[in-house]
């Protein structure tokens, strides 16, 4: 029960570009996995699980796999928004992500902006459900960006301190 899982979902690449970071700035015995490929066979001693904030809330794929997780695992939640850093919609996210996943030890959590396309940002803005967060969605074009990337590192070392000590 040595390794530590990166999992995670991701539609369009920004999230999965997060996890990527978190997995090369964590050193030992660790994998790297999208959600539906998971199995648990195997006891994990740390699981990251990111996912984007989906209609102000956590995709159907990422709501079932935190549901799933074994009773007790250590955990840190990740995240990517269309909406401004800090906005309540991402934290309310997240905050629903923590009550799915009740059951683990939650360690911590990391947020930050993803990019959408041109294209699907124009086809949100037309719909009154999306409307409060598509209009901030716009200056999201250039995330995640090197300082997201470099904070999401960090959140990374830290999180894997926090499990390893012998508090826990
Ligand atoms: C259909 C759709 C719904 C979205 N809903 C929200 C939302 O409610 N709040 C938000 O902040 N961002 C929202 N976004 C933006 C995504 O969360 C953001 O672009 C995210 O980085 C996408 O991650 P991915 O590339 O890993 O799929 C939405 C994007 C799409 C395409």
Request: charged share 20%.
């Amino acid at each position: 029960m040595s390794k530590t899982l990166v999992a995670y979902f991701s539609r369009t690449g920004n999230t999965k570009k997060v996890a990527e970071t978190i997995f090369a700035a964590l050193d030992g015995d660790k994998t790297i996995q999208p959600i539906d490929a998971v199995v648990f066979g195997d006891a994990f001693r740390f699981v990251f699980i990111g996912f984007p904030v989906y209609s102000h809330s956590v995709p159907f794929a990422a709501e079932t796999f935190l549901k799933s997780l074994p009773p007790g695992t250590p955990i840190a939640l990740f995240c990517t928004h269309g909406a401004l850093s800090g906005h309540s919609l991402s934290k309310e996210a997240l905050e629903y992500a923590a009550v799915l996943s009740a059951r683990c030890r939650l360690l911590g959590v990391f947020a930050c902006r993803g990019k959408l396309s041109p294209q699907a940002l124009e086809v949100l803005l037309r719909s009154p459900e999306h409307q409060d967060w598509a209009e901030m969605a716009g200056s999201a074009a250039t995330h995640p960006d090197e300082h997201d990337l470099a904070e999401a590192a960090a959140f990374a070392r830290h999180m894997k301190a926090k499990s390893s000590s012998p508090a826990l």
